[in-house]
């Protein structure tokens, strides 16, 4: 068996922090030839390389850190999956392959000798099979090279919008992060949590149109695409009780560009499935590029904007509710709406359930389709722990939800609907631009 003594995260680390020194020397037209090399370059400090097919590796890596396929080929059809590098899959010489565990629907096949495909129309896009390969040889595609395309094209304001896990992921206060991202030459840096806040007032509406229907139970996914993609694909009979609202992602991605027409939007988060969901026809016009906390902090690393290094940096953020913030972890998403629904409609009662991990999502929608779940109010996270579960967090689970709880306790505002940047939102924007999106079940073969 093989032993693996560099985790495939640094390999992946390198190449990002090549791609964006690339970019921002102007060098992008080189990147295809001089890549593969600088990759192994880093990988060469990084100690042993027992149990990678490193010459494989660097030249996946050097592709898919530009948004391509591994092998330099791209697709409509593509742009967004998960994909794994030729050669880099060791098969049954893996002392400790978890990619096929943590993959509940089946879309990772093996050949006799172990080695993996994916069944893109079994995929759900979560990406949780990216971090458990021990050989790095699965892979999503970056938009580095997009981003700093965008941001030195002159073509209009580019906006940074961060997910709200983004607490504690890059080894400084939330405060450095967006001044980081402003030096980088973000025009703003606005939180996802607005949006959240946003969405929340909508939802609670929804609610209590649904509790007066003939069917009174309502599944929120809003924030969450792979477990939007697990109910249209594997549990279709309760699709129409999903709420109709976007995410709050697309949701603030539209309601900028309402506020200003030409503007470009870039949303950083720990959520590869997002790059699946921004590309959806219905949901495309509202950002233009998703980036990953591990592929964002190298590129800043990159321009010398470590938020870890550069106090100097430092701005304030004051965009969002405690209950805004609190999407990012496993029940925030249900308690948010529910302290909502609580202040607005206090007639109305909200019995929660949650299903943390896409695991016991697809348990607990099982039960919703034989009508045993107990509850008015389902919320699914594909991730374990929620969104500061992701795949590509920086930090562990527990210590992100502990830093997004503790920025959440320092917001002004307790919910929603005091929230008086996110009513001025709703109330201004809103109206202008379309924060519902209808569910299509596309059910696949057994």
């Not at 050949?111 to 079994?122: K, L, M, S, W």
């Not at 209009?156 to 983004?166: C, R």
């Not at 549990?235 to 309402?258: C, D, E, F, I, N």
């Not at 009662?349 to 099982?366: D, P, S």
Request: one cysteine or more; aromatic letters at 6%; glycine letters at 10%.
């Amino acid at each position: 068996m093989l032993h693996y003594h560099i985790a495939p995260h640094k390999i992946r680390a390198a190449a990002f922090y090549e791609i964006a020194s690339l970019g921002l020397a102007g060098r992008l037209a080189e990147a295809p030839e001089v890549l593969p090399g600088l990759i192994e370059q880093h990988a060469g400090q990084f100690g042993e390389q027992e149990g990678f097919n490193l010459a494989a590796l660097s030249q996946g890596l050097a592709w898919t850190a530009q948004g391509y396929e591994p092998d330099g080929s791209l697709t409509p059809d593509t742009a967004s999956t998960v994909s794994v590098i030729p050669g880099a899959c060791r098969g049954n010489a893996h002392e400790k392959c978890a990619c096929s565990e943590v993959c509940v629907v089946g879309a990772l096949q093996r050949n006799a000798d172990g080695v993996v495909t994916i069944e893109q129309e079994r995929c759900v896009r979560c990406g949780l099979c990216v971090p458990a390969c021990p050989a790095g040889a699965i892979t999503d595609k970056a938009e580095i090279r997009q981003t700093i395309t965008m941001i030195k094209d002159g073509k209009g304001p580019v906006y940074a919008i961060l997910a709200p896990a983004f607490a504690g992921q890059f080894g400084a206060p939330p405060e450095r992060v967006k001044g980081a991202l402003r030096a980088f030459g973000f025009s703003e840096v606005y939180e996802v949590a607005l949006a959240a806040d946003v969405i929340t007032l909508q939802e609670a509406e929804e609610f209590k149109e649904r509790m007066q229907s003939e069917e009174p139970f309502m599944i929120t996914s809003c924030c969450c695409p792979s477990f939007l993609r697990l109910v249209e694909k594997y549990r279709t009979r309760v699709g129409h009780l999903v709420s109709t609202s976007v995410s709050p992602m697309v949701a603030l991605g539209r309601l900028l560009k309402a506020k200003e027409p030409g503007a470009r939007v870039v949303f950083i988060g720990p959520c590869i499935a997002k790059k699946s969901e921004a590309k959806r026809p219905e949901l495309a016009d509202a950002v233009e590029v998703v980036l990953t906390f591990e592929e964002a902090l190298p590129m800043l690393k990159a321009a010398g904007l470590d938020p870890a290094s550069r106090i100097d940096l430092a701005v304030p953020v004051e965009d969002a509710s405690f209950g805004g913030r609190a999407y990012a972890y496993i029940g925030g998403v249900s308690g948010a709406i529910e302290k909502t629904i609580n202040r607005l409609y206090p007639e109305l009662e909200v019995r929660a359930v949650q299903g943390n991990g896409i695991g016991e999502c697809n348990k607990l929608l099982k039960m919703a389709e034989r009508g045993e779940l107990e509850g008015n109010f389902m919320e699914g996270m594909a991730c374990p722990g929620g969104c500061v579960g992701g795949p590509a967090n920086l930090v562990k689970t527990d210590y992100g939800r502990e830093s997004v709880r503790a920025f959440a306790e320092q917001s002004k505002v307790r919910d929603a609907s005091s929230n008086l940047l996110a009513i001025q939102f709703f109330e201004e924007l809103a109206p202008r631009v379309k924060l519902t999106s209808a569910k299509k079940p596309k059910r696949v073969s057994a």
